[in-house]
């Protein structure tokens, strides 16, 4: 085995990693489908308040489809070797920085579960580029 192969395998293996975690924790979006006051996971309603939406119905569905079930799709598609998983990849690695990103403009001071991520959607972006340039 090369060292280009085995770099190669280790960046996948670290970015299907962080597409796991990152889809774990958008499975949580059902709690905001079961119970959309946000009570159950205890978030206030007033996060919401710059917001043109009353309840956590759409976030939950948007943590569950876009990290639930998009990360598990870009693992299934970087395990098959499609050219289009990098690319994807790079595009959740952005949509994540850039909803963390609303979140702390929203409601301010950030909190270390946004620091972290932070840290996971540019982990995910800068891994998915690198197999993107290494070629998948």
Known sequence: MNPQSNSLRIIKTLLIILLVFLS???LFGILFLIDPSGELV???LSHLDKLPINNFFL???YLLIVYGIG???IVYGILRQFSWAPVAGLLLGLVLIGWVVGQIIL???PAMLQYIYLTVGAGIFLLSLIIRNMGI
Do not use: K, N, T
Request: no cysteine; aromatic share 6%.
């Open 42 to 44: 205890e978030m206030p």
């Open 71 to 73: 990360s598990l799709i």
């Open 107 to 109: 409601w301010g001071e």
């Open 59 to 61: 976030p939950g569905l």
């Open 24 to 26: 774990l924790s958008g």
